[in-house]
């Protein structure tokens, strides 16, 4: 399997660092969707990122969206990374949910800045954007406060690498607009993740390329 995207997208980071935990080899090729656009295209006209080749040569399969990807890896790995118990499983759903949404809501507000000419963005859905952003991250921290998430390598599931890698990727490009110090268990849960081998091997960095 081949991985393409860049690691400091959360959805990329997400399905490498699942895999990784899954136990399945697959190259990496970080190609980014703007300066790499070109490149990316031949390998999927959509150019979206993650993109994961299934299968090499004629007939290969590709696949979009980082958690149809999740639920492919785990179908080949034998083993699942979600719970099974549906008490459990719509916790897990309701955390993952919330931190993909961050991570959408985050990457909106970069692209509005990085992308639109200054005296074309609209303030105002800036500011409604970001009011989802910390809505997301509140509703996060306060579950986290109630029951903490598993933050070991053996006992890591999904909701945990998610909402890890939501938090770093929006600390590493909007602190101002998410203070840290307003979402301690957060904080804390990022902080025990990130301390991992398999977190650190897959760092948030555009200029990493996995061997």
């Not at 179908?75 to 118990?85: E, N, Q, T, Y």
């Not at 998610?162 to 307003?182: I, K």
């Not at 993740?193 to 091997?201: K, N």
Request: glycine share 6%.
């Amino acid at each position: 399997m081949k991985l393409i995207g860049m690691l400091d997208s959360p959805f990329v980071r997400r399905v490498a660092i699942s895999m990784r935990l899954l136990g399945l080899p697959f190259e990496h090729a970080a190609i980014s969707v703007f300066r790499g656009f070109d490149a990316f295209q031949q390998i999927n006209p959509v150019v979206k990122a993650p993109t994961l080749i299934c299968n090499e040569g004629e007939g290969a399969s590709v696949l979009m969206d980082s958690t149809l990807m999740l639920l492919y890896a785990e179908a080949l790995a034998g083993r699942s990374l979600m719970p099974d118990v549906p008490a459990e499983l719509v916790r897990e759903l309701r955390l993952i949910g919330l931190a993909l949404a961050a991570c959408e809501k985050t990457a909106q507000i970069v692209y509005e800045r990085g992308l639109r000419p200054a005296e074309k963005r609209h303030q105002p859905w800036v500011e409604r954007v970001s009011g989802q952003l910390l809505a997301a991250y509140r509703e996060l921290d306060a579950e986290l406060g109630r029951a903490a998430l598993d933050s070991s390598e053996t006992g890591l599931r999904q909701s945990g690498i998610t909402v890890g890698v939501a938090w770093t990727f929006t600390q590493s490009l909007l602190p101002e607009v998410v203070p840290a110090d307003g979402f301690p268990h957060l904080v804390a849960h990022a902080a025990a993740v990130e301390a991992l081998p398999v977190f650190r091997a897959i760092p948030c960095d555009d200029a990493v390329q996995l061997s």
